[in-house]
């Protein structure tokens, strides 16, 4: 690789680093291809993506950007899982390390806070973007709900009287 190729690459982390919503840090030494396709594939559905980089230009990448506490898990084979959407890449890493032991995550970031082993889980248990947005439509449309219900209920009811009428008169 010569010097611009590194520089280019190095832009391009940079840009991944100032974008990503989430960045997660793991070992992958022992992964067949094939499992690191499932990786990808697997965070490509999931809106987010992954990338093995040399450490070196990780780390230039990372100075002056939020994520920069991750450069101290930077060490050996690292993969990096990453997504605009804050616990999209989260997810797919804590499910992909419970089918792979030789999958290890090792810490990441959320934005400028560092994330250890533990935050990192913490984080793939938290709601999605989407999910969210499921839920307050499903807050802001159940009022609207109600309201109709309860315009419809007096209209509902007269009718029930009057049917109750009309068979107490034929009788």
Not at 91 to 101: C, L, M, P, Q
Not at 108 to 113: F, K, R, V
């Amino acid at each position: 690789m010569d010097r611009a190729q590194k520089e280019q690459l190095v832009d391009e982390l940079g840009q991944i680093f100032e974008s990503s919503g989430v960045v997660v840090v793991a070992h992958y030494a022992g992964l067949t291809v094939v499992e690191m396709q499932d990786l990808r594939a697997r965070a490509s559905e999931a809106g987010g993506s992954v990338r093995v980089a040399k450490n070196r230009l990780a780390k230039i990448a990372l100075e002056g950007k939020p994520c920069a506490s991750i450069a101290d898990h930077l060490s050996g084979m690292t993969v990096l899982t990453y997504s605009e959407d804050p616990v999209a890449a989260a997810k797919v890493a804590e499910d992909f390390a419970k089918d792979n032991k030789n999958f290890v995550i090792l810490g990441g970031a959320m934005g400028e806070n560092a994330l250890d082993r533990a935050g990192v889980t913490a984080v793939s248990k938290m709601p999605s973007r989407d999910e969210l947005i499921a839920s307050i439509v499903g807050c802001i449309g159940a009022p609207a709900s109600n309201i109709a219900g309860a315009l419809g209920a007096p209209a509902s009811n007269i009718a029930g009287i009057l049917s109750t009428i009309e068979d107490k008169a034929a009788a």
